[in-house]
Each structure stands twice: as structure tokens, then as C-alpha cells.
């Protein structure tokens, strides 16, 4: 487009060239003429200054029609030379039988007598006629001007009696033609010369706004607006250079709204927490934000320009013509073994009034958690039904055992009926504990903080689970319980009742996990702001991989063995809810077959006084 235009390419040559071409064709026909008529004028001038008058050839005429041929021609010859013109070179004179009767040219007397050959002569006596012509001499190099006119007999006027011959050089006549020739000629090349100048002026004149106002369009594409093409007049051009200039100031103006406009969108879609991408009419990505980006995991160069198909790794079980057609909502899985992901994507047209389709939208939503919330939900449900109906089943069984006969065995029915009812306070418990559960879902659970000293709570704990097994005389599972409790006193801020519950549920499973006579042990320990509680066993342990899903709700290691003590799977699971609200945290770290260690810990801020006692304890 900004290609340099040759000089013989552009308007200011075209123009001078026109300009020339037209002065010379108009000043070469005027030239033509004029010189044309002008040859004609001085012609015929010419021919006028050499005509004899009438009484030469009236005296002539006469001595032709003299019988005495001798004095006839004595008195043509003294005619002849009284004719005093300059311009006739040559005047002869022929009777009716072709006989040269006189010559005005001395040299040539001798012709006098003879029979004439001239052709002219000879036609104008047979047909009574004049004949002119001019002939070019190449004896002497020079024009002539020859006629010939019938003599008529003086007396009748009717008869030819011979013809007079005129031959005039031509020469001055042609000087005075070629002369002004000359000097119109070169008239014309001063005009010319001088045209061109005028033309060349004024071709600038034109193609110098328009040059500016090539370069200003040029300017204009390529977007930049702060030139002005100056406006010279108010003629065409001047006009067209406002209308240039005006063109300037509306594109920069459409420009920067479809500017704004863009960055408003690109700001839109970048803010968005969904994934947008919109493709042309091929279904190719042309925009991109950035959190499908995050999405997919791609490159936004990388996918613009991709198919959409393929952007969204669905080319497999779509087309776009699909895609199109019905505006669906998908479901992607785009879960890998290290991630889960599942996208919601839903297409719409982008369409114009005529309905012509230019492409599509997709907005993509991570709906990951919300299926896995889904997930979870009906595995709950499932779950509560399922851990249900187990004691529900036995009771039944049971019930039917009895009525049918077996509550009149005095051996049997006070068996059936212990585990009946230890079976329905299995229930109540699981039903407690799933209250509980949804009551801490729901946010609606109230803790009632106290102010306590730790270090007094747990030791109490543990002296009522010391106390426990002493009362009992034959208890079913002994062990040890051994305290590695800091002598600090520790002020926590806690509800006591929840706390209490969640110690209690982690001592029972470490009796229940473990064998006859092992050892707990309990340590308490504080650090900068955290006190740690940490109740170890040597029991089963856990297998590696259930150690991440024993905080889970209804997760047991072994169902049966659980079942068989009692366990609802959920003890754990509202554990981890109390520490939770309690702001703390609760972890496991255990070996399969050497034991585990559940660890609390819990948010502490030290008591400056404490450390004062402390220090007047040590010194
Ligand atoms: P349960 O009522 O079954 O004890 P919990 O939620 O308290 O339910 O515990 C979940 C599971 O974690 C238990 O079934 C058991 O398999 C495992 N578990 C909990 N504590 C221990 C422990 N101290 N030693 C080994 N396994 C344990």
C-alpha cells in the first residue's frame, strides 16, 4: 500500500504529459492550417503579379493571325520584350499548329520555329483551355509555376489561334512560406516550453495535497491520528482534504469506544470467576479469559486459535455442528489421577439479527466440589441407612425369637433381651452422635467457653478412667495408663463438656484398638502458642492407607470388629468437628501392628503471671 510511486507513475507527470500532448497536437493543427492557407494566399498573389494584361495578349493574338509570319514574329519578339514582370521567368508563344512563335528568354531564340512538345500547349489549343501547374526543376534545383491560355482570335473572340506559355520561379514565394514557418515553428516550441512550465506548476499544485492526503491515510491506517492535512483552498481538493481530516478525527473516535469497549469486556471476562471462551464461526477459539485458562490448564496463545473441541477435550464425543445446533449444557470430567475436575460447560450462539451464526459461547463452571458434595451426600444417606438397618435386623430377629417361645427360656431371654437393648443403645448413640454431626453442620451447635486449666482437666480425665478399671473386678481389657503430663498449669479458653467427650472417645479407641494390658500414654505438652494433647497406644495401628480417612464419617478400618464393640464410625468424625470449633486441630500418625498417636492441638496464649510463678518455682 505505501509502495513509492514511480515518477513516471504518478499524477504530476500524467498531468505535465497531458498537458504537452495537448499543446502540441492544438499548436500542429493551428501550425498546419495557417501554414497551409498561407501557402495558398501567397499562390495566388503570385499568380495574379504574373498575369499579362489584356493588351499584350490582344496584340499578340493579332500578330498570330498575321499570314506574314516573318514581321509577326519580329512584333512578338518586341512585345515579349516590353513585358517588364520580375517574377516570370520565361513567357513563350505557340500559333494553333504547335509552332513556337517567340520566347522572351534571350538564351532560348533558338526554339523559335520549332514545334513545341509541352503537353500543356498542346491541350490548350486542342481544347481551348488553361493549364496551370507547378513543377519542381532538377536542372536547376528550383519551383515553378507554368501555365498555359488559349490565344482567341481578337476579331471573333471564338477561335484558338495559338497559346502563351508562362513559366514563373516559384522560390520567393516558397522563401517568404518557409520563413514564417520557421518562425511559427519555433513560436511553438517557446509556447510548448512555457505550457510545460505552467503545467508542471500546476500539477504540483495538485499533487502535493494529494500526496499529503495519501500520506495521512496512510497515517490513518495505521492508527495513528495526530496528523492534519493541510487544507489549501476551497476548491475540490480543499474540500476533500476537510473531509480527510474529518475522517481522521471519526475513526479515532470509533476507535477508542471500540477500545473502551474491548477493555471493558477484557476486564469483565478477566474479573469473571467463570471460565468464558468464545469462538468464530468454526468453532476456533478467539477469546480466552484467564480462569478458563486455569481451568484447562493451557496457555491462552496457546488455545487461541485451537478448536474448541480440542480446547475442551471433547472432540471425541461431540462435533461443532453439534455443539451449534442444540445449545447444550455438558458435563466435562476432566479428572486425572492426581486431580479431580469437573467442569459444567454451557454453549450459546452469538448471532446477529439476520441470524447469521459468527460463532459460539461457552462459560465453563467448576462444579468439582458441588459433585463431590453430591457424592458425599448420598454415600451419608446410604451409610445411615445401611448402619441402621444392621441393628435393626438383629433386634428384630431377636424380638421374633422371643415371641415365638423363646421368652419363656429362662436361659436364653435374658441374653436376647441384653443384646436387644444394647443393640437400641447402639442406635440411640448413633443417632445422638448424628444429631450432634448435623447440628455442628448446620453451625446451630452451642459451645459454652470456660476458662480452664488444662493440665487439671486431663489429669481428671484420666483419673476417672483409672478409677474405671480398678472398680471393675473382672475387667474385660486392663491397661496402663501412663501420664507424661507438664506440671504447668495451662489456661485455655474451651467448652469443657465437648472437650471432655472428644478425650474420652480417643482413650476408648485406644483401649478398644489394642491389646489386653498395653500402655496408653498421655503427654501434654505446651509450645510457643499451642498446647499439645497426645494420646499414643500400642495397639493394631493403622494401615497407610485408611490413616486420611479415619476423621471421615462412618469409616472404619475393620466393620465387623468395630461393630462388635460398639463403634458407630463416628466418633472420630465429631472429634474433628470439636476441635474444629474449638479452633484447634487434630491429626494421626500410626504403624500398622505397633500403634498410633492421635494428637490435639489447641490454640494457647501463656499467662505472663504463670511464667512469674514459675520463675520464683525454679529459684
Ligand atoms: P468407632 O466407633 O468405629 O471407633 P471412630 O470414628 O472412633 O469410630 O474410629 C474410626 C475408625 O478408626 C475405627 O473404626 C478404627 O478402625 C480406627 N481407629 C480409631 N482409633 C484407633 C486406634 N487408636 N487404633 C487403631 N485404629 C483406630
Known amino acids: 500500500m505505501n509502495s513509492k510511486i ?8 500524467k498531468i505535465a504529459l497531458v498537458f504537452a500532448l495537448v499543446l502540441l497536437i492544438t499548436i500542429e493543427i493551428i501550425g498546419a492550417v495557417f501554414v497551409r492557407q498561407l501557402e495558398r494566399q501567397n499562390l495566388n498573389t503570385f499568380k495574379q503579379q504574373i498575369e499579362l494584361p489584356a493588351y499584350i495578349e490582344n496584340s499578340i493574338s493579332e500578330q498570330l493571325s498575321n499570314t ?21 521567368t520565361e513567357i513563350r508563344v505557340v500559333d494553333s499548329k504547335g509552332i513556337i512563335r517567340g520566347t522572351s528568354s534571350v538564351n532560348n531564340q533558338s526554339i523559335v520555329g520549332q514545334k513545341t512538345t ?34 482567341l482570335n481578337s476579331s471573333t473572340n471564338s477561335s484558338v489561334v495559338g497559346s502563351l506559355y508562362i513559366r514563373a520561379n516559384l522560390e520567393s514565394v516558397y522563401a517568404s512560406i518557409n520563413k514564417i514557418t520557421l518562425l511559427s515553428l519555433s513560436a511553438a516550441i517557446v509556447a510548448i516550453a512555457l505550457g510545460l512550465l505552467v503545467a508542471i506548476v500546476i500539477s504540483r499544485a495538485i499533487s502535493v495535497p494529494i500526496d499529503e492526503m495519501k500520506k495521512q491515510s496512510i497515517r490513518i491506517a495505521r492508527g495513528d491520528f495526530s496528523g492534519h492535512v493541510k487544507v489549501y483552498g476551497n476548491d475540490e481538493l480543499g474540500q476533500l482534504a476537510g473531509a480527510v481530516n474529518n475522517l481522521s478525527v471519526r475513526v479515532e473516535e470509533a476507535q477508542d469506544s471500540t477500545e473502551a469497549d474491548r477493555r471493558r469486556l477484557d476486564g469483565v471476562l478477566r474479573h469473571m470467576s467463570d471460565g468464558v471462551l468464545a469462538t468464530d464461526r468454526r468453532g476456533n477459539v478467539t477469546i480466552i479469559n484467564e480462569t478458563a485458562v486455569d481451568l484447562l490448564s493451557s496457555s491462552s496463545e496457546e488455545s487461541v486459535g485451537m478448536s474448541i473441541l480440542d480446547v475442551l477435550h471433547i472432540r471425541q464425543d461431540y462435533t461443532i455442528r453439534e455443539l451449534l445446533e442444540s445449545e447444550e449444557e455438558i458435563i466435562i470430567d476432566l479428572s486425572t489421577d492426581a486431580n479431580e475436575l469437573i467442569l459444567h460447560a454451557y454453549f450459546s450462539l452469538i448471532q446477529r439479527e439476520s441470524g447469521f451464526i459468527s460463532g459460539l459461547v461457552c462459560v465453563l463452571h467448576d462444579i468439582t466440589e458441588q459433585q463431590h458434595e453430591e457424592q458425599e451426600r448420598r454415600q451419608f444417606v446410604s451409610n445411615v441407612s445401611h448402619e441402621l438397618r444392621t441393628p435393626l435386623t438383629s433386634v428384630r430377629s431377636y424380638v421374633e425369637a422371643l415371641s415365638d417361645g423363646a421368652w419363656e427360656d429362662p436361659e436364653l431371654a435374658p441374653n436376647f433381651l441384653a443384646v436387644v437393648q444394647d443393640e437400641t443403645e447402639r442406635m440411640i448413640r448413633m443417632i445422638n452422635d448424628l444429631l450432634s454431626l448435623s447440628r455442628m453442620d448446620a453451625g446451630t451447635s452451642k459451645l459454652n467457653f470456660e476458662y480452664v486449666n488444662l493440665n487439671e482437666l486431663i489429669n481428671y480425665i484420666l483419673n476417672r478412667f483409672d478409677m474405671i478399671l480398678n472398680s471393675d473386678d473382672q475387667p474385660s481389657k486392663t491397661y496402663k495408663i501412663d501420664r507424661k503430663i507438664t506440671t504447668k498449669d495451662l489456661w485455655v479458653d474451651l467448652d469443657t463438656d465437648k472437650f471432655t467427650q472428644v478425650v474420652d472417645n480417643l482413650m476408648n479407641n485406644a483401649i478398644k484398638y489394642s491389646p489386653d494390658g498395653g500402655t496408653i500414654t498421655v503427654r501434654l505438652l505446651e509450645t510457643h502458642n499451642h498446647v499439645i494433647l497426645t494420646i499414643s497406644d500400642q495397639g493394631l495401628g493403622i494401615p497407610r492407607k485408611d490413616i486420611a480417612h479415619v476423621f471421615d464419617r462412618f469409616f472404619r478400618v475393620d466393620k465387623a470388629r468395630s461393630r462388635k464393640q460398639g463403634g458407630t464410625g463416628l466418633g472420630l468424625a465429631i472429634s474433628k468437628e470439636v476441635i474444629n470449633l474449638l479452633g484447634g486441630q487434630i491429626w494421626v500418625d500410626s504403624i500398622e501392628g505397633r500403634g498410633s498417636n492421635f494428637y490435639i492441638s489447641l490454640p494457647y496464649v501463656p499467662y505472663e503471671g504463670d511464667e512469674w510463678d514459675d520463675d520464683s518455682e525454679n529459684s
Open 6 to 13: 514511480k515518477f513516471f507513475q504518478s499524477i504530476h507527470f
Open 68 to 88: 506574314n509570319r516573318k514581321s509577326a514574329n519580329k512584333k512578338i519578339k518586341a512585345i515579349l520584350s516590353d513585358v517588364n514582370n520580375v517574377n516570370i
Open 118 to 151: 509541352n503537353e500543356d500547349i498542346k491541350k490548350t489549343i486542342s481544347n481551348n483551355r488553361s493549364y496551370d501547374q507547378n513543377v519542381y526543376d532538377d536542372k536547376t534545383n528550383a519551383r515553378y509555376y507554368v501555365s498555359s491560355l488559349p490565344l
